[in-house]
């Protein structure tokens, strides 16, 4: 008899835990770029009261008889599907499709590694594209963490912009206040000890004056200092981008401290490829500033929450790849190992890593070849996805489902707690016989 009552209670803590789920999904049906999840039920365990059998020649067969013990939650679904959108700022960006903004620390970009793609879960899957650029010149979202993409380091000869294949927190370019003939627009090399143009330069205002120019970010040379253009010979220590620095003092008292953030206006993020593009307000320059990324997983579902609006592609979500909007991984200007510049990405960090790995012989020079490198770290298209600008996604909870999930679910509770009374009852029938 006391069975009913094990039965009644595992089918109130299932149904309380689906009621967990139901008040989570109704307190964010406000929340930007929120999934809702389902719970689903599974019976618990059984008690063999008498096994069946298939039967015999003189007797028929029977049926196993058993008895259950409740109900468990067997899982609680995630449903990444898309919803509707909401208007918002104009620097605000929904994905129409599958995929997630990657964004992290600035400090993850260390710790990415093309041969080990794993490391690309180190950063935060995010739909919630509510985008800013904060005071360094960072594009971040709403917690402040920076958005992850392909940052722009230089201008070609044809006037194409060169796009780096280093998977890197996206920001602006710096500026700096530098002498410029004003005829022909040249930089003038400045004395280091005081830091004006040589007297053969001529008269400042006549022959030169200051002027605001772009600096990209650039490569770091072996010693670990920035230094040349984007063409700077990549090595296997030479592989991370950092921003433009100035020289401060001379001999020994050198330093270097960094340039100040470009002022951009004007920024629009393509919604097809996913280029951030702006216009300086020193320079009046239209530039690209880089190229947002997209990732993708396996199993979108499969994703594990860690709040503020942030998955991670943990166990059950496969492999996480890093892609492009409307395949412009094959179309933008990159610089390859020898520091030419081709069409193309088709590696994060590829172009360096696959080419400059030490083998075996100890000749980190050797080239090694493409298939060596994971299939998942080659940046792929992120197929039929593109962006809504100016819009956030909105929670895909249907509100009506709830409230009648929600009255089920009640219900239920409310019948198991009835079995338990029944029950109760029963026993005290039972005692009070023996009395």
């Given amino acids: ?126 739909r919630v594209g509510d985008l800013r650029q904060d005071a360094q010149g960072y594009f971040v979202d709403g917690n402040g963490s920076c958005v992850y993409g392909f940052l722009c380091v230089g201008v070609s000869e044809s006037g194409e912009p060169i796009i780096s294949d280093q998977l890197v927190p996206l920001r602006v370019p710096r500026m700096e206040n530098v002498p410029v003939n004003i005829e022909t627009g040249e930089e003038i090399a400045v004395d280091p000890t005081t830091g004006k143009p040589g007297a053969d330069a001529g008269e400042e205002g006549v022959k030169w004056e200051y002027r605001n120019v772009v600096r990209w970010p650039k490569y770091k040379n072996e010693d670990g200092n920035a230094g040349g253009g984007a063409g700077d010979t990549n090595t296997t220590t030479n592989i991370k981008l ?33 280029c951030i593009t702006g216009t300086t307000k020193d320079t009046k320059e239209d530039i690209v500033i880089g190229y947002l990324a997209i990732g993708n997983v396996t199993n979108p579902n499969g994703v594990s929450h860690i709040g503020s609006s942030y998955y991670t592609a943990g166990a059950g979500a496969g492999d996480l790849n890093v892609t492009m909007l409307g395949g412009a991984a ?15 990405i088709r590696y994060v960090n590829g172009s360096i890593q696959s080419l400059y790995r030490e083998e075996n012989d100890g000749n980190a020079n050797d080239p090694v070849s493409e298939n060596d490198l994971p299939e998942n770290s080659r940046v792929n298209s992120a197929g039929k996805t593109e962006l809504i600008t100016g819009f956030l996604e909105a929670p895909n909870v249907d509100l009506a489902t ?3 999930e929600l ?29």
Avoid: C, W
Avoid at 38 to 60: A, K
Avoid at 61 to 71: D, H, K, V
Avoid at 407 to 432: C, K, P
């Fill in 1 to 126: 008899m006391t069975g009913s009552m094990y039965a009644s209670i595992g089918g109130l803590k299932t149904h309380m835990q689906k009621l967990s789920v139901i008040g989570n999904n109704v307190a964010n049906v406000n929340t930007q770029g929120y999934k809702t999840q389902r719970t689903v039920f599974r019976d618990s365990v059984y008690t063999m009261y008498r096994g069946g059998s298939d039967g015999t020649q003189v007797v028929g067969g029977r049926n196993p008889s058993q008895l259950g013990y409740g109900s468990m939650i067997g899982s609680i679904d995630l449903d990444m599907s898309s919803a509707t959108y909401n208007p918002g700022n104009p620097t605000d960006v929904a994905i129409n499709g599958d995929g997630f903004f990657l964004v992290g620390d600035k400090d993850v970009a260390q710790v990415i590694d093309p041969t080990n793609p794993n490391s690309f879960k180190s950063l935060a899957l995010t």
């Fill in 242 to 274: 950092q921003d433009a620095v100035k020289t401060v003092g001379t001999g020994d008292t050198a330093t270097t401290e960094p340039l100040p953030p470009a002022t951009i206006d004007a920024i629009k993020f393509d919604a097809s490829t996913g």
């Fill in 330 to 344: 094959k179309e933008v200007m990159t610089i390859d190992a020898q520091g030419n510049e081709v069409k193309g």
């Fill in 402 to 404: 709830e409230i009648s």
């Fill in 407 to 435: 009255i089920t679910t009640q219900r239920g509770y409310q019948a198991n707690t009835r079995i338990i009374t029944v029950t109760d009852s029963m026993l005290e029938e039972l005692v009070n016989m023996k009395r």
